[in-house]
């Protein structure tokens, strides 16, 4: 029945706002009494705090105060929201150390710059083999802080007391996670082939267009505060804010203001610190980092290197996958690093591996979600290395994945079942594909075609979501999901379709924690996934709640009811009809005898739905400066069901020219000492139209058995394959196989040279 | 971001604006203000008092008597548009054409890009290539300087505190093959490498060269090895490698890099785009 909304090109319900300049994000909201907050952050990567001198800094006019660590209260550092003010040492540069409050923005970055601190510098581990070295000096001498409550996070405030500590006991190595399957020695043995390379890709930060912000108003009476943050996961707040600050998650109320861009780097930051604030001195407190800021102190994906040996038979069967991952969390351990073996070795299931995952800390910011976390990198490895190994057999790269890539059924690392899925589906469309056929035939000089596959396994989350009748005839959907990538525009298309009415009948509205049901973070490819299923249930049982009422005025049976334009009929009897608000109102009227339509939807789904995307990029690259350009790429993705085209089809570009600027530009660069050197958009390189390529995107829909219509997770496939693609591009055009990222243009240049030597 | 408290007024004249920056040393001249803005944003410069010049009428106006003559005060979309320009010394036009954006273009000017002597930046190279002159203004009466010792070091010129830059003399150019090519950084725009060629041909031959180079540099320079493999020859290949490796000679002891585009790389991409300019510049 798709006869309303769903499957039909829906413009974002926020998208004439946010063009218009007429969104209201944080940085736009103002509160009587609000203060200004401004960080003043580390120079060093790593030193001893000896002194602050605030003295300066409170005598610029229109300063309320200068918070520091010994204004606020004890918060054990356990993971990076709980970091909050440095106490005696500071463990990367950004780290805060103190929080000018003033009347305005410019008096508060005034003062900012006229607190003095003394600094005892300390020798700092920037690199993930400084931090592995024999002699490195440990970052958390009591141990590696490993989440909520970790004794070892005590290290962050470390005064005397821990100098003798035995760092024979402690490194910064934060966990080793290995898992095999077979006997990846023998296999290797006795492969036909074995490629061997190590690969690295670097920081790379999620650089959404607005900064991260967050304001909070503290309430004297509960001791609670109420929070507007741009932010992915108003209930992650929540909760995060209610532990930091002692009350129960009750007493805090968190708006999830309009988000410009998140991508993985607004699940919860500095959130704890302004609600500290806003206590501490009894006033709404808002802060909105600068761009630099947004660089230096957040929580970009880490810097990773793999070291990769793959074994093959002459027919192309792959047999050993031989891995570790090194990755470099920065001061707190993400445990991305296992993960990322995971995914090496689910893709192409192979009957022997052995994946090392280590995560080492650095004195560097903490590292965080990016899109699709690690996998870039994993299919970076992956796919360059089958590329490679397609190339040394004689056989079609194409042919290659096809023949080892993971069918439903197959086992993940962890041998369970790979559940259905469409990786296979995606590189058949690639085969199809004019641009593929043109690899081998008509390519401009200079010019490379390559493919490349990837996937997420898709996030999965409980949710609920509520659906009211208005008098109007109105149907409102109510959730606590904030709106990003057009969640609530697709929200009002299920909710129109499985109510059966038109989507322009139906108000999605978000509502705060007090109000909305639990919304789990929009993030992992999963909101349309899971909450779209709330909404689709609420939807349902607000129409069932619609018929009930006007079963009863038509003396008829629910079953012989329909809803038609707005109004419900007896099935075939157009001439009697009562519209929807006329219901409503007979629900929502003085000595009605009906209950108001105040439908819930819930679902706890447990099936994940991965998603795969291939694509097919063709560049063009300068032998003389070893620029590449990417002249076309085309995305193939299965989304299951579209339910969204316009929307899916946005997403899936703006992934696309991420894997862009993971393939060709970003990467945030720190000196030897720990500064950055990337702290500006002058510097990193996030791609631009300029860059980008023109995208061609094909949708096919392989339904899911749990989502909504058959519909599963968009949003992290299509940035994964890209690097991938670009690499196997380029070697296709000249022969160089890169393995580092990004592929800039002075590195394709020393391959090229290299290759030619 | 928020700069430094700062006080500002608007100049009456080119007189009062020097005098005004003449009595305070802790004044600066404000043109289109889109170099020093910026750099006051990131409170990279604290001057306390800024004095508008953009809007003297003075400073405006392109004209072409022989030579040409740009108000200090003229935009980069105004030079890049304009006809004379195009007719005396296109490169320029299209030098001006490649700064920043277009709300840069509309707003920055040539005498402000060229005293804030961004050394990644695309105007000074041509000006240095076609030998153009700098008129400046002091209290003391006036002075020329020529461009290619106007640019001294990173951010520094000739000019000194109580001097203002009136307008750009370039000769005529248009009997010229000229070129001006850049590799652009992919985030900023910037020149990683940007080289400007003047080739005055007789048939064939290249009779005489002019060469600039600038971004790979602390300053737009001339690079006078490369005039000299380029001139006398018919810009054949042995000649263009002879050229650009002189050219990799000629500014090595003022090279600039980053971590993403060193020194060397830099250093080896002005060979490429010197062949590239000329190769523009002979359409």
């Known amino acids: 029945m798709e006869n309303f909304a769903v499957g039909k090109p829906t413009p974002l319900l926020d998208g004439q706002a946010k063009v218009s300049g007429q969104t209201r994000y944080v940085g736009d909201l103002k509160m009587r009494g609000m203060l200004h907050a401004r960080l003043v952050v580390s120079v060093y990567a790593h030193a001893n705090v000896k002194r602050i001198d605030t003295s300066e800094a409170l005598a610029v006019s229109g300063v309320h105060s200068v918070i520091t660590a010994a204004d606020l209260p004890y918060v054990t550092p356990s993971s990076r929201n709980k970091l909050m003010l440095a106490r005696d040492r500071v463990l990367f540069v950004g780290h805060p150390i103190a929080v000018v409050l003033a009347e305005t923005e410019a008096a508060a970055a005034d003062a900012a710059e006229k607190v003095h601190i003394d600094y005892e510098p300390l020798a700092a581990v920037v690199t993930m083999d400084e931090a592995m070295a024999e002699d490195a000096p440990i970052i958390w001498p009591t141990g590696v802080p490993s989440g909520a ?322 008098r109007d005839g109105i149907l409102q959907v109510q959730t606590g999901s904030a709106d990003l990538t057009g969640v609530h525009t697709v929200f009002g298309q299920l909710a129109a379709e499985a109510f059966g009415i038109a989507p322009d009948k139906v108000r999605v509205v978000y509502s705060d924690t007090d109000s909305a049901p639990y919304a789990g973070g929009v993030g992992g490819s999963k909101t349309l996934y899971t909450m779209g299923s709330a909404v689709v249930r609420a939807a349902q049982e607000a129409r069932k709640q619609v018929l009930e009422i006007a079963a009863e005025e038509f003396e008829a049976a629910v079953d012989d009811l329909e809803i038609v334009d707005g109004k419900v009929q007896v099935k075939g009897v157009p001439e009697k009809t009562i519209e929807l608000g006329a219901i409503a109102s007979k629900a929502m009227t003085f000595g009605g005898k009906y209950p108001p339509i105040h439908a819930n939807g819930r679902q706890a789904i447990t099936a994940q739905s991965p998603g795969f995307a291939a694509q097919i990029a063709e560049v063009a690259v300068d032998e003389e400066t070893g620029e590449v350009r990417v002249v076309n790429l085309v995305i193939i993705q299965d989304v299951g069901k579209a339910i969204n085209p316009l929307i899916v089809e946005g997403q899936i570009q703006g992934g696309a020219v991420q894997g862009i600027g993971w393939a060709l530009y970003e990467q945030m660069h720190y000196d030897e000492s720990g500064q950055l050197l990337s702290g500006s958009w002058m510097d990193y390189t996030v791609p631009d139209a300029v860059q980008a390529a023109p995208l061609e995107t094909i949708l096919i829909e392989i339904p899911s058995d749990a989502g909504p219509f058959g519909a599963k997770g968009v949003g992290e496939p299509p940035v994964i394959p890209t690097a991938a693609a670009i690499a196997n591009a380029i070697a296709d055009a000249t022969g160089a196989r890169l393995t580092d990222l990004p592929m800039t243009a002075p590195r394709v240049l020393q391959a090229l040279t290299d290759k030619s030597s | ?145 020529s461009a290619e010792d106007f640019f001294i070091d ?130």
């Open chain 1, 149 to 470: 409550g970790d004794e070892g996070a005590h290290g962050a405030d470390v005064g005397g007391d821990e100098k003798g500590t035995d760092k024979k006991t402690h490194s910064n190595i934060a966990d080793v996670a290995q898992s095999s399957r077979g006997d990846v020695e023998k296999a290797l043995a006795e492969a036909d082939l074995i490629l061997e390379h190590t690969y690295t890709t670097p920081m790379v930060h999620q650089s959404s267009i607005e900064t991260q912000g967050v304001m909070a108003q503290p309430d004297s009476i509960t001791g609670g505060v109420t929070m507007w943050v741009s932010t992915q996961t108003p209930f992650g707040i929540r909760n995060d804010v209610a532990g930091v600050i002692g009350v129960p998650e009750s007493d805090v109320r968190v708006h999830a203001a309009p988000v410009g861009g998140a991508f993985g780097a607004k699940f919860g930051l500095y959130e704890p610190l302004v609600a500290l604030l806003a206590k501490a001195v009894g006033r709404t407190v808002r802060l909105i980092l600068t761009r630099n800021e947004e660089l230096l102190t957040t929580n970009p994906a880490p810097p990773m290197r793999v070291d990769a040996k793959i074994g093959l038979k002459t027919d192309g069967t792959l047999t050993a996958i031989d891995i570790h991952v090194t990755l470099d969390s920065g001061i707190y351990p993400s445990g991305l690093g296992s993960f990322s073996a995971y995914m090496m070795t689910s893709f192409y299931p192979v009957s022997n591996y052995r994946t090392i995952a280590t995560n080492v800390v650095t004195n560097k910011q903490s590292d965080g979600a990016y899109r699709a976390p690690t996998a870039p990198t994993v299919i970076f490895v992956l796919d360059t290395l089958l590329d490679e190994a397609a190339e040394k057999l004689g056989i079609n790269p194409l042919e290659l994945k096809m023949k080892n890539c993971a069918k439903p059924g197959d086992l993940l690392a962890n041998d369970k079942p790979w559940p259905k899925m469409g990786m296979q589906e995606t590189i058949e469309q690639v085969k199809a594909h004019p641009l593929w056929q043109k690899r081998n035939n008509g390519k401009a000089k200079g010019h490379g075609i390559g493919m490349a596959v990837g996937g997420w396994m898709g996030g999965i989350e409980p949710g609920a979501a509520v659906c009211k009748l208005n």
């Open chain 2, 1 to 145: 971001m928020w700069p430094k408290e700062f006080d500002y007024v608007r100049a009456s004249s080119v007189d009062d604006a020097i005098q005004q920056t003449s009595d305070n040393t802790d004044a600066k001249i404000l043109a289109g203000g889109h170099s020093l803005l910026p750099a006051m944003k990131l409170r990279l410069s604290e001057p306390g008092k800024l004095v508008d010049i953009s809007r003297l009428a003075d400073l405006k106006g392109i004209s072409a008597n022989g030579t040409l003559s740009i108000g200090a005060m003229s935009t980069h979309a105004e030079i890049a548009a304009s006809a004379d320009v195009q007719q005396y010394c296109a490169s320029l036009a299209t030098a001006c054409g490649m700064v920043g954006d277009h709300q840069v273009r509309n707003f920055g000017t040539l005498g402000g890009n060229i005293a804030h002597a961004d050394p990644a930046s695309d105007p000074p190279t041509v000006l240095v290539a076609a030998g153009a002159t700098i008129h400046i203004k002091r209290s003391r009466g006036e002075r020329s300087v």
């Open chain 2, 154 to 283: 990173l951010f520094t010129t000739d000019l000194e505190d109580g001097e203002v830059i009136t307008r750009i003399e370039v000769p005529n150019l248009s009997g010229h093959k000229a070129a001006y090519v850049k590799m652009p950084h992919p985030a900023s725009r910037y020149a990683i490498v940007g080289v400007a060629v003047i080739l005055e041909m007789d048939g064939d031959t290249c009779k005489s060269a002019r060469v600039a180079v600038g971004g790979a540099t602390v300053s737009a320079m001339r690079a006078s090895g490369a005039e000299s493999a380029l001139s006398g020859s018919s810009l054949d290949d042995a000649a263009l490698n002879a050229a650009a490796s002189a050219v990799q000679s000629d500014i090595s002891d003022a090279l600039m890099g980053d971590v993403s585009y060193p020194e060397s790389y830099r250093q080896a991409m002005s060979g490429v785009y010197l062949k590239r300019a000329v190769k523009a510049a002979l359409g």
